[in-house]
């Protein structure tokens, strides 16, 4: 199993060049083999350049909706699908477990993966607890609804909240 990730870059009107492209690469692939959001300076570490270089591009990189800074742009708070932060999606899959930014980064961190997992949160409404396994790249209860309050054309609006 390949524990490197693939991932479609939104076409926007912010145009990423190929060191961003990069950079964007090898964030995500810190990420993934170390568990958790990689520094600026852990990254600017294994690719060669000053911390601020990686700053600069992670800033690119947040306005092209390629990743999220938190609030004070010096971290990653999401390399969606996977979150940097603790949240109600939790995921365990290639061994480890992952926080997701809601429940469709939840399926979403299995398939960037490449591998079956098992996805735990709760329901919003009544509070039980949800366990849905993923399994061949499907989940194991067609039953379920996912249901987005915010229309998808106004996620990045406010991507936290959504």
């Known amino acids: 199993m390949s524990l490197t990730p693939t991932f479609a870059i939104e076409v926007r009107s912010i145009a990423m060049d190929d060191v961003d492209i990069e950079l964007r690469n090898v964030t995500y692939q810190m990420f993934v083999r170390a ?17 601020d270089d990686v700053l600069q591009g992670w800033a690119r990189l947040h306005d092209a909706h390629a990743l999220v800074l938190h609030a004070d742009g010096r ?14 999606y939790r995921v365990h899959a290639a ?23 098992t996805i735990e949160t709760s329901c919003a ?22 249901h987005c309050l915010v229309p998808a054309n106004q996620w990045w609006d406010d991507i936290v909240f959504t």
């Open 35 to 51: 568990g958790h959001a990689p520094t600026a300076e852990t990254i600017a570490t294994a690719i060669g350049v000053p911390a």
């Open 75 to 88: 971290e990653i708070r999401m390399a969606n699908p996977f979150s940097a932060v603790p949240t109600a």
């Open 95 to 117: 061994d480890r477990w992952w926080y997701a930014n809601c429940a469709w980064d939840a399926l979403g961190i299995c398939a960037a993966l490449h591998c079956d997992g």
């Open 125 to 146: 409404d009544c509070g039980d607890s949800i366990t849905v396994a993923v399994r061949d790249e499907r989940p194991d209860d067609a039953s379920l609804l996912f």
